[in-house]
């Protein structure tokens, strides 16, 4: 992780390659499918870009000419698209930098400015303002972040729309319960580590107690799960014997005591055995007993 | 919410109570099984409680007699051990408060000192140190809160034990990526607004696509899963008609697009219809087209 704070201007693309803040010097992503993305850059090179500061939807790359006219598809192949694909299946943070071309409130006035940490919550296909398909990405800052910098332009008459409050408290609720920042949309994917990946990568993201396996567009997901919780009373390692790869449900079940592994990696289900975990050569599980 | 910093000392109980951070005067929780538990006094009350700081092993009201010795088991009818599992469940925040009656290093000297929102992250049953059934919550200090204050003790030599790190990039993978405080223990429980609990109530919990319902002990678990996104692009309302109720997989399957809805509210997956959503007379659904 670059040593910058969220705000930090960069009047040019080599200082923020520098800091480490954004590596590439010309492309938006920088990332790979396998890591995922670990920064992008906002400038109005899309048209179909939204920016509402706290959330982006940022479009993938590919599929213009050398004028920057959308003139074919996009594709889930390029490899910046795949990165911001993994980047959402494994809940991995992104770093969001805005350059002066954008055309949004929250472009800087000149040069570029590091803005913190966004992840990407979801992504999707739609044929955009040029009549091609594109990919897009929809980046929500964390919770940490900070609000980025604004200034009025002509053509913002209004401030963005938020959705409709009424503060009471009838039946049934209709009310936001933290209006303003987007943590009401609450990050459903789980974020992974080093540990749980190779785990995932080993069982393919297939759950080894209920063989489910998601398939999403440019990817699969899983979750890693601690058997045993890091840290006391149970002090689980944070090691591959103590992650297993489930499905968003099992994992639910095995944190909830609904589901319990016992000794010989039997699953316990109601207090009887319901089948047994299925394993890998080279995922030893450490059932810490 | 009381308006009161973590860190900040109150003298006394009817203190805590007058500034809403604890508003019982004698109880430990403070909370219903419906709504769940708002606060917490950590004081020393029950010798099988364990105190890391950021992670507490809280065991739960009752069974003790008028000396506070344990002499019978607890249970989970108990109004303040219920409100905790709901707090679980529903993953909704708790505020702690530590008492200076507290054997860890992390009681305060004199006093009650409200230490900020921790979440219930799982709980379980055993037989503690008298030899009865307790039940125990761990709970999670939230990555905002800030490690309590601390005071050395005689009788604690050492500093709580960490899980081991290697700190390399062997392979597989065995360090811990955020060492330290305790964010790897990734909160698998998705919070609920009151907008979400209104749905799953109709639901009664139950998945409105596979009809799974999973039964924890003391309380069942499902999710509120937005329709459309709240905020930008979407401007999904946070309304009952936007929110579904939701087993983990589907909530996943449902934000990543691998379930779409149709405007029959016919389930579709891969292109092809697979079903069509339950649903109950008082939830009227917007799909937003």
Same mark, same amino acid.
């Given at each position: 992780?670059?040593?910058?704070? @969220?705000?930090?201007? $960069? ?36 048209? #179909?870009?939204?920016?509402? !500061? *706290?959330? %982006? ?19 889930? #192949? ?33 040069? &570029?400015? &590091? *803005? ?10 739609? $044929?955009?303002?040029?009549? $091609? ?8 800052? &964390?919770?940490?972040? @900070?609000? @980025? ?16 409050? *009424? ?11 933290? @209006? !303003? ?23 393919? /993201? ?11 567009? !440019? !990817?699969? &997901? ?19 014997? /103590? ?20 000794? #010989?990696?039997? %699953? ?17 599980? #450490?059932?810490?007993?």
């Amino acid at each position: 992780m670059p040593n910058a704070q @969220p705000g930090q201007p $960069f009047s040019t693309r080599r200082l923020a390659h520098e800091a480490g803040v954004h590596r590439p010097l010309q492309a938006g992503i920088c990332g790979t499918k396998k890591a995922g993305a670990e920064s992008i850059v906002v400038s109005g090179g899309y048209k #179909d870009d939204e920016d509402y !500061g *706290d959330v %982006i939807v940022y479009t993938g790359h590919g599929g213009q000419d050398g004028a920057g006219n959308q003139v074919s598809n996009q594709s889930l #192949d390029d490899s910046g698209n795949a990165a911001l694909v993994t980047s959402c299946l494994e809940g991995l943070p992104v770093r969001v930098i805005r350059g002066w071309q954008g055309e949004s409130a929250f472009a800087p006035l000149e040069g &570029y400015r &590091y *803005d913190g940490l966004y992840r990407v919550t979801s992504y999707g296909s739609k $044929f955009g303002i040029d009549g $091609f398909l594109i990919w897009q990405f929809r980046m929500e800052a &964390y919770d940490g972040t @900070p609000m @980025p910098e604004t200034h009025q332009q002509e053509e913002l008459s209004e401030s963005p729309e938020e959705p409709p409050t *009424d503060g009471g408290e009838k039946q049934p609720p209709s009310g936001n319960e933290e @209006p !303003g920042r987007v943590t009401t949309t609450v990050q459903r994917i789980v974020r992974s580590s080093a540990v749980k990946r190779q785990v995932k990568q080993w069982h393919d /993201n297939r759950c080894q107690i209920c063989e489910l396996r998601i398939e999403g567009p !440019g !990817g699969s &997901y899983s979750e890693g799960a601690h058997i045993q919780a890091l840290g006391s009373p149970h002090n689980g390692p944070d090691t591959t014997g /103590n992650v297993l790869c489930l499905c968003p449900t099992c994992h639910v079940m095995l944190d909830l005591g609904v589901i319990v592994l016992g000794d #010989d990696l039997a %699953i316990i289900r109601d207090g009887a055995v319901a089948g047994a975990l299925r394993t890998h050569p080279k995922h030893a599980i #450490d059932l810490g007993v």
